[in-house]
């Protein structure tokens, strides 16, 4: 990582935090841009034997052979778009290392989530890295070890990129819980390294 800053895993992973990423004005900008211009999409995943609607918006974007599957749904990436293309090598250089992929969410207002799980797909290698860039209004981000049950809630807002790396997907389990308070939109952009077959 440039710029060092604190692990804020206490064990068993690491994690980083880079508030600031963007600043303000480009931050909106960016926003407004892949609010508008991606290709969001409503989905549905399997989970305990049933098909279950994504309470978010969502679209996957990267090289040609950067294929996903989770949840029982294989996803072919999209084409960069010039601005992700541009977010990449940003993010690429901050982090040191090549992302193939990302995926974009969309949370609407508080009342969409994401539910609470590892990033541990096979398709992500052993200890990936996962760098994720967050615009619009700021969410709650919480982790909880597997174990020992520890907890670590991270506030993101407008601009921060939070790096996950080393082991943690072994050992934390990560979401983002509705919430009542909020109203207006959030866009996050998780940039991850599909590895072949």
């Not at 994401?114 to 709650?140: F, T, V, W, Y």
């Not at 174990?147 to 601009?159: A, F, N, P």
Request: with cysteine; aromatic share 10%; glycine share 6%.
């Amino acid at each position: 990582m440039l710029n060092p800053v604190t692990n804020l895993a206490p064990f068993d992973g690491e994690l980083y935090l880079c508030n600031n990423f963007y600043g303000l004005q480009e931050a909106d900008l960016l926003f407004e841009q892949l609010k508008a211009e991606l290709a969001w999409q409503e989905e549905a995943i399997f989970i305990y034997g049933r098909w279950v609607k994504v309470p978010r918006l969502m679209c996957w974007y990267g090289d040609p052979d950067a294929w996903y599957r989770y949840s029982g749904v294989n996803h072919q990436p999209m084409p960069w778009t010039p601005v992700l293309q541009a977010i990449r090598e940003k993010v690429e250089r901050q982090c040191q290392c090549t992302f193939n992929s990302v995926l974009a969410n969309l949370y609407r207002d508080g009342k969409d989530s994401m539910g609470c799980h590892a990033d541990d797909e096979k398709e992500l290698g052993q200890n990936p890295m996962i760098a994720s860039l967050s615009l619009g209004d700021q969410r709650l981000f919480k982790l909880h070890h597997k174990k020992t049950k520890d907890k670590l809630d991270i506030v993101l807002g407008h601009g921060d990129l939070l790096v996950m790396a080393g082991t943690l997907q072994h050992h934390w389990m990560h979401s983002v819980p509705k919430t009542k308070k909020l109203k207006t939109p959030r866009i996050n952009l998780t940039f991850r390294e599909i590895k072949a077959d």
